[in-house]
């Protein structure tokens, strides 16, 4: 499937990576019957998913049952009156029914509007009302048709709510029952243009409602970039991403350039708190060959005593979501043998940095840039930055939309006037790039610390941090301070045998620490011990929430 739409598939270098990688896009591309469909037609045997839970329970799922299910389900839609362009939410956790549903909603043009199972009521309402929402499909658990039934009366464009069960409250549609009754589907293939919208993310929301984020149906395709070359996928791969499907990385690592490229996305459907060891355990039983997860997840495995799994055909690792510190990469080099390849995209985009086969990881580093996007380092006063100077990234468009570039901030035109100007994305983010191409996160423009006259980026002295082996996590915000304007502050959450310890000589401990591994003007001079940080449902540290509590 992947050479129908890459002409050209192996690269000799980063060099021919950049100057002969396209992407054929078909007119009237669509996911759900180019992709899926075609599988189910060529070789309906072929595995797509391979699933399972903590009570061991285990689903294999082909192509011809993906079309045959999310046939039904589609046709079940339609009799319900969604049509072509009406927006539905999902919140499905790691169900299969996501991806049916995915599938079925992309076949009528229905615009797919995943979230996560941690929203709440007033969460729900403010994306009912926001997007014009027609219908939630939901997981039938307790808190979950809860909070939906509490939003329920305050979505006056909310017609119908369905429960994939076990729980299917009064007034609600079952999912299951009607997608058995529904009548034989219909295809619609042909029917949709490239452009129309498809698929929309509410983003993290790491400072300020979230955004409504647009893509089109081009949206899949930009993901070839993201399996074949950041993941190195191939036909034999088995692929873990570890994320929710709220979160737009489950359509980067769990769906649609794996499908592409012909590899099984393996899916580990666990409820409640992530634990290392399961995780582990199930890489092991099940021979995972690629995996993928937030720089979280490998900070508390490699706390693990990883010699007691086999990990003999874990083949890749790959990172994103936040920036990875580097000694987490050398640490889980160090017990595993495997490099950890780091990428960089937002909501708004595809993967717009990255580190590939042909690219060695430098640990810290995202990477340098895909060839889909034009992508530049601007001064405050627009001007390209030099080798080693921070600046915002940013995305040229004045050519033509990039491939995986967002369509458009949903219904908030003064949001896209001020970050897509002058042909120009301004991404919001400050990087800088060294003397070999390669691009190092330094902070969210909002989150540089300026304390004295310095200007201090967050990444940089949390990274510090994290080689203490007392450190499991921690966040570095600013704090008023008469003086000098602001002082650097770090939140700690403390490892299992620092518990307890969190005195003024840890404290003192902690910032002589940093003193010796950074640029000592850098040191936190404030720092707070707490259980858990402050995050977004994607993972993502909400430094805003902790500068807001020290105002």
């Known amino acids: 499937m992947l050479e129908k739409y890459l002409p050209k598939t192996d690269f000799r270098d980063y060099a021919d990576f950049m100057e002969n990688f396209k ?41 011809g049952e993906l079309k045959r299910l999310s046939d039904s389900v589609a046709s079940y839609f339609l009799t319900l009156g969604l049509k072509r362009g009406d927006c539905v939410m999902l919140i499905l956790k790691r169900r299969i029914e996501w991806w049916i549903t995915m599938v079925a909603l992309h076949k009528i043009g229905v615009v797919a509007i995943p979230a996560t199972h941690l929203l709440t009521d007033k969460d729900i309402i403010y994306r009912c009302n926001q997007a014009s929402i027609k219908a939630i499909v939901a997981v039938g658990d307790v808190l979950v048709l809860r909070n939906v039934i509490r939003a329920r009366a305050y979505c006056p464009t909310l017609r119908h709510c369905i429960s994939i069960g076990p729980m299917v409250p009064q007034n609600w549609e079952n999912y299951w029952q009607g997608a058995i009754l529904a009548p034989k589907f219909k295809s619609q ?46 036909e034999d791969s088995l692929h873990l991403t570890v994320a929710d499907t709220g979160w737009g990385k489950a359509v980067w690592g769990k769906f649609y350039g794996q499908m592409i490229c012909g590899a099984v996305v393996f899916v580990y459907d666990f409820d409640g708190r992530f634990r290392p060891d399961r995780m582990l355990r199930v890489i092991e039983r099940f021979h995972i060959t690629s995996f993928c997860a937030p720089p979280t997840v490998y900070r508390f495995m490699i706390r693990e005593d990883l010699s007691k799994y086999d990990l003999s055909r874990l083949e890749y690792c790959t990172t994103a979501g936040e920036a990875l510190n580097p000694n987490v990469f050398l640490k889980w080099k160090e017990k595993t043998g495997i490099m950890i390849y780091e990428s960089y995209g937002q909501t708004e985009t595809t993967m717009v940095l990255g580190t590939y086969p042909f690219v060695a990881p430098k640990p810290g580093s995202m990477g340098k840039p895909n060839p889909q996007y034009d992508v530049d380092i601007l001064d405050a006063e627009g001007r390209p930055c ?7 990234l940013v995305i040229r468009t004045d050519r033509g939309k990039p491939l995986g570039l967002f369509k458009e901030y949903y219904s908030q035109p003064g949001l896209m006037q001020r970050t897509l100007r002058d042909g120009v994305y301004y991404t919001g983010d400050v990087v800088y790039r060294d003397e070999d191409g390669y691009f190092w996160f330094v902070s969210r423009a909002d989150d540089v610390i300026k304390s004295s006259g310095y200007r201090i980026g967050p990444f940089e002295v949390e990274s510090a ?34 518990a307890g310890k969190a005195d003024e000589a840890l404290v003192a401990e902690l910032q002589d620490h940093v003193k010796r591994e950074t640029a000592p003007y850098k040191y936190p001079r404030v720092i707070e011990f707490v259980d858990e940080l402050p995050k977004t449902i994607s993972g993502k540290i909400r430094r805003v929430e902790i500068r807001d509590r020290d105002k």
Not at 202 to 216: I, L
Not at 484 to 489: A, C, I, N, P, S
């Open 23 to 63: 992407v054929n896009v078909p007119e009237d591309f669509n996911f759900a019957y180019d992709v899926v469909d075609a599988y189910a037609e060529q070789s309906p045997e072929k595995e797509c998913l391979l699933w399972t839970n903590d009570r061991k329970d285990v689903r294999h799922v082909n192509y």
């Open 386 to 392: 030099a080798v080693g100077e921070q600046g915002q």
């Open 189 to 234: 293939k042909g029917q949709n243009r490239v452009t129309d919208n498809f698929l929309m993310y509410f983003t993290s929301g790491t400072s300020g409602e979230p955004k409504m984020v647009m893509h089109d149906h081009s949206y899949p395709l930009a993901h070839v970039v993201t399996a074949r070359y950041w993941h190195n996928l191939h």
């Open 465 to 498: 941090l994290m080689t203490h082996p007392a450190v499991v996590e921690c966040a570095i915000t600013g704090v008023p301070d008469e003086v000098r304007g602001m002082v650097v502050k770090a939140t700690v959450v403390l490892s299992e045998s620092y």
